[in-house]
């Protein structure tokens, strides 16, 4: 469950706190940088710099996610 995010579009940053069943706290993700992009009218979207408050975590987001583009919805124009 998300509880809290933040996205500074000026500084092309992010912050995310999640309640993960089975997690006693809070788990914190930074993006310390994204990127967006466009092609063919869509929008997508890289993270790079990110860092989350497990280090497996970190791990699991360096390794699947960093880096990678992803497209995001129209409605998500508007937020970033």
Do not use: H
């Amino acid at each position: 469950r998300v509880l809290f995010r933040s996205i500074d579009t000026s500084k092309k940053t992010m912050r995310v706190e999640l309640d993960l069943k089975g997690e006693a706290s809070r788990i914190l993700i930074n993006v310390g940088s994204y990127e967006l992009s466009e092609k063919n009218g869509q929008i997508y979207l890289a993270l790079k710099d990110v860092t989350a408050s497990r280090e497996w975590i970190t791990g699991v987001l360096n390794k699947y996610v960093v880096s990678r583009t992803f497209r995001l919805p129209d409605a998500a124009r508007m937020l970033l």
